[in-house]
Nanobody, 126 residues
Framework: QVQLVESGGGLVQAGGSLRISCAAS????????MGWFRQAPGKEREFVAA????????YYQDSVKGRFTISRDNAKNMVYLQMVNLKPEDTAVYYC???????????????????WGQGTQVTVSS
């Protein structure tokens, strides 16, 4: 029903910037709130940011506020995560996820993510 493919990861120096993308496809891919998660080696997956299906509301983990910006282009079925002032602790595999509901305004901290991408590696060197 929903396929998510991340891209844009890579190696960047501390203090640098990177934008990763998530392409959504499938018959029911539209109208869903979207989120970004990350998982560092030896750590649990953690929430990074979320955006409402319209794109008017966003929500961030405290450690990335002011440095990361989530956005979306519904015409292209794309979601982005712009990351600036990257730190070595941002190194992780970043995953895109789609909420299970469609065309519903939900609290972004309480989404239920039913669809996941395969992830893209972001490495920040010190």
């Amino acid at each position: 029903q929903v396929q998510l493919v991340e891209s844009g990861g890579g190696l960047v120096q501390a203090g640098g910037s990177l934008r990763i993308s998530c392409a959504a496809s499938g018959r029911t891919s539209s109208g869903r709130a979207m989120g970004w998660f990350r998982q560092a080696p030896g750590k649990e997956r953690e929430f990074v940011a979320a955006i409402s299906w319209i794109g008017s509301n966003t929500y961030y983990q405290d450690s990335v506020k002011g440095r990361f910006t989530i956005s979306r282009d519904n015409a292209k079925n794309m979601v982005y995560l712009q990351m600036v002032n990257l730190k070595p602790e941002d190194t992780a595999v970043y995953y895109c996820a789609a909420d299970g509901s469609r065309f519903v305004a939900l609290p972004l901290m309480n989404l239920r993510y039913d669809y996941w991408g395969q992830g893209t590696q972001v490495t920040v060197s010190s």
